[in-house]
């Protein structure tokens, strides 16, 4: 473990002003949406211009020295929030008091993995990370799992953190999200701020159900203002679920700078309060919910916070049977990884009968 203390000041000479100091911990930190969050979390520009923080960095012994040379990049930047940098690739030294985690490492998908294998393969890394914030990380530390299969990973994390509320844990839909508001405003002919209330349903893979039916765009509702059915039932939908392959197509790299944005976008959800009327979108722990998905699996769903770092799910939306059967579907897909994964979540033996291997929105 490597550790630089930014700025030592004494607590008389700190702004007044200024919060408690936060840890955030971050796995895959020498990755390439890494790059470009970590620096926006050491601006203020995440959690506010009067929130000191501490970043503790996770990597793997092949990427350390990647991982030395990005905290040189953080200490050279002065940022003044930015009060110490821990990197290690022990997750129980970097999750150590870890107020927030945003979990980022995983293996990708390469050529010939089949989608069980790679449910295997990073799962294993987040039951591992799980038990590792169960035994160190704040009893109140909010998980944002990205890395691939997001869903079934936070399921996986959660699993094996059973001190640390199953609600903390989140799986990252707000890239998602947000292209389904690009898309919407392209359509309309108006800025994406005038589009809200959009919701991601279900998983992170090309069965997520973009929901056209109650999102609105200037306070209407969206089939009000785009009347034409077939676009929003059909191309609207599936530029959103590919969205992420096509860019790799286009660019020949996975996105990075908008998942880092979306990410950003996810924690701002949490710590402001969701403008009034409005909602977001976060794959979260479904025990509970009002909607009838199925019990005790990571759904993409919408929700409202109060600004304290937790939220409550919407329970003022409308359904139709185009929306309920392909959130039928999503659930359906998020049952079979769940029974795929149940070695790692303490549920028993393995049975992968996944009903297609569908891709993930950034893979080929």
Known sequence: MLSCIISDVDEEEETKSWKKLINIAVSGAAGM??????????????????????????GSERSFQALEGVAMELEDSLFPLLREVIISIDPYEVFQDAEWALLIGAKPRGPGIERAALLDINGQIFAEQGKA???VASRNVKVMVVGNPCNTNALICL?????????????????DENRAKCQLALKAGVFYDQVSNVTIWGNHSTTQVPDFLNARINGLPV???????????????????????????KWGRSSAASTAVSIVDAIRSLVTPTPEGDWFSSGVYTSGNPYGVAEDIVFSMPCRSKGDGDYELVKDVIFDDYLRKRIKKT??????????VAHLTGEGIAVCDLPEDTMLPGEM
């Open 33 to 58: 949406i890494s790059n470009h969050l970590l620096f926006k979390l050491a601006s203020g520009e995440v959690f506010g211009p009067d929130q000191p923080i501490a970043l503790k960095l996770l």
């Open 133 to 135: 914030l169960n035994a």
């Open 159 to 175: 699993k094996n953190a059973s001190n640390i509320p199953a609600k903390n844990f989140h799986a990252l839909t707000r890239l």
């Open 223 to 249: 089939k009000e203002v785009i009347k034409d059915a077939k676009w929003l039932e059909e191309e609207f939908t599936e530029k959103v679920q590919k969205r992420g392959g096509v860019l790799i197509q």
């Open 331 to 340: 659930e359906e897909e998020l049952l079979a990884e769940k029974r795929c």
